[in-house]
């Protein structure tokens, strides 16, 4: 069974990095599109990233396009989201999701499993 847990979230000045991680503790990770989606207070959940396994494709939001890479460790289990010259506007609870399948989906209707969340708050 799909548990995942995310960590590396905080508080960090504008311009700075971080960078999310995401395990698996269930170990069932290798078969699963793995995703990162966001949440601004009052605000919709929107999809950040996310990769496939089969086919190894990833595919990105369009506001964080060449500042966030998102990356997958199958040894570990693990997902990765670095986040790079990050802006006051990246404020949000992020969130790793998995769903079976191949492709990298955006919608985050179409995960069936996701972690509990880490805070990410960047400072003006």
């Known amino acids: 069974q799909v548990q995942l847990v995310e960590s590396g979230g905080g508080l960090v000045q504008a311009g700075s990095s971080l960078r999310l991680s995401c395990e698996d503790s269930g170990r069932t990770f290798s078969s699963y599109v793995m995703g990162w989606f966001r949440q601004a207070p009052g605000k919709e959940r929107a999809f950040v990233a996310a990769i496939s396994w089969s086919i190894r494709g990833t595919s990105y939001a369009e506001s964080i396009k060449g500042r966030f890479m998102m990356s997958r460790d199958d040894a570990k289990d693990t997902v990765y989201l670095q986040m790079n010259y990050l802006e006051p506007e990246a404020t949000a609870d992020y969130y790793c999701?998995?769903?079976?399948?191949?492709?990298?989906?955006?919608?985050?209707?179409?995960?069936?499993?996701w972690g509990q969340g880490t805070q990410v708050t960047v400072s003006s």
């Open positions: 999701a998995a769903r079976p399948g191949k492709y990298a989906l955006s919608d985050p209707t179409m995960y069936d499993y």
